[in-house]
């Protein structure tokens, strides 16, 4: 039953983002994300927080987090490598969370669970992965998981209006 619905929602043309974890595979060079690629490009990331599994402090949007992915201690999966950053959403809206290493992504408003709303791949290296959440003003968590240890670049940026719709390819 699985199958059918997939084979439907790609002969629709829809791209299922049913595995978060499949590696950017872009079909041409077109970067569909330039002004994300910009800011990814010349943003540093914030002080204090290279190499860290977990940022408390609320960050902000439109700022890379570099942090390390390592193995889950807690309540998780056995193999899972993990890591979280916190964000301040300005202003209720539609945000993408962008990353560059090969991880599922979650976004918590304290315990509850956002609903990931479009996932897309950019084409636009080194980003790899982005999904859409609507999102009220206040501070998530976004958590980060992945099958291998490593560096992961996180960053959150509004989505405009005029691209809430991506094109598929």
């Not at 408390?56 to 201690?73: D, E, F, S, V, W």
């Not at 999966?77 to 993990?82: E, I, M, R």
């Not at 990931?116 to 958590?143: D, F, N, W």
Request: charged content about 20%; glycine content about 8%.
């Amino acid at each position: 039953m699985k199958s059918i619905f997939f084979g439907l929602l790609m002969v629709a043309g829809l791209q299922p983002c049913f595995a978060q974890m499949k590696p950017n595979t872009p079909s041409s060079a077109e970067c569909l994300f330039p002004e994300i690629q910009k800011v990814w490009a010349q943003g540093q990331s914030a002080p204090g927080t290279d190499n860290l599994t977990t940022v408390r402090l609320p960050g902000h949007i439109n700022q890379p987090y570099r942090m390390t992915l390592k193995a889950c201690a807690g309540d998780c999966a056995s193999g899972a490598f993990t890591a979280s950053v916190a964000i301040t959403v300005p202003a209720e809206g539609r945000y993408r969370v962008a990353v560059d290493f090969p991880v599922w992504i979650d976004v918590f408003d304290g315990e509850k669970k956002m609903e990931g709303l479009m996932c897309e791949h950019s084409g636009c290296p080194p980003i790899r992965k982005l999904i859409q959440y609507e999102l009220p003003a206040g501070t998530y968590r976004v958590a980060l998981s992945g099958k291998a240890e490593g560096n992961v670049t996180v960053m959150v940026v509004p989505v405009k209006s005029s691209d809430v719709t991506i094109k598929h390819r």
